[in-house]
T-cell receptor, first 112, second 118 residues
């Protein structure tokens, strides 16, 4: 049961341009969303979060947008840097739970 | 910077053997988790632990699995009789607070323990 979906397994972007990673979810009870970055042979690293009371959260080069009616969130990275090359996971949870549901990840490659 | 540490980084075991994966969460964190990622698949929730008891578990977390916090620092995952399909990367995570507390609900993951069942 894929409650969180990342339909693009990979994405390539030129250095300096914008990277847009997308995530869709099916459970309307999800109210907290996170993005994680994962390098090979390492654990996921928290990047940015957003709660359902907001539609945008910004932290430096990273901005997460939430469209609750479409059950869609996206992560924008601008400008993209080669060090951003990693697998990006979105994750979601319901308000009363501790369980996070992860997407399958999108592998981002930033080309110098 | 505080981090979650996991041991071993890689364990190879025979089918049917017991395995214990160890984790040291971040010291002031109250919630502890195990997730796993089978090669090429998504990260899957196994179990969360708070106040010395399981608070949530997934259907993956059957009777073969157990968790324990034997002392003030370690958090362990035991698989009693490993199966081939248990081969995966197991990630421990901890968080300061429940995910309802927006600003503090982030999970901090360890680097993972790769389990290979032969």
């Amino acid at each position: 049961d894929q409650q969180v979906k990342q339909n693009s397994p990979s994405l390539s972007v030129q250095e300096g341009r914008i990277s847009i990673l997308n995530c869709d979810y099916t459970n309307s009870m999800f109210d907290y969303f996170l993005w994680y970055k994962k390098y090979p042979a390492e654990g996921p690293t928290f990047l940015i979060s957003i709660s359902s009371i907001k539609d945008k959260n910004e932290d430096g080069r990273f901005t997460v947008f939430l469209n609750k009616s479409a059950k869609h969130l996206s992560l924008h990275i601008v400008p993209s840097q080669p060090g951003d090359s990693a697998v990006y996971f979105c994750a979601a949870s319901e308000g009363t739970g501790n369980q996070f549901y992860f997407g399958t990840g999108t592998s981002l490659t930033v080309i110098p | 910077e505080p981090e979650v540490t996991q041991t071993p980084s890689h364990q190879v075991t025979q089918m049917g053997q017991e395995v214990i994966l160890r984790c040291v969460p971040i010291s002031n964190h109250l919630y502890f988790y195990w997730y796993r990622q089978i090669l090429g698949q998504k990260v899957e929730f196994l179990v969360s632990f708070y106040n010395n008891e399981i608070s949530e578990k997934s259907e993956i977390f059957d009777d073969q699995f157990s968790v324990e916090r034997p002392d003030g620092s370690n958090f362990t995952l035991k698989i009693r009789s490993t199966k081939l399909e248990d081969s995966a990367m197991y990630f421990c995570a901890s968080s300061e607070a429940n995910s309802r507390l927006v600003s503090a609900g982030e999970l901090f993951f360890g680097e993972g323990s790769r389990l290979t069942v032969l």
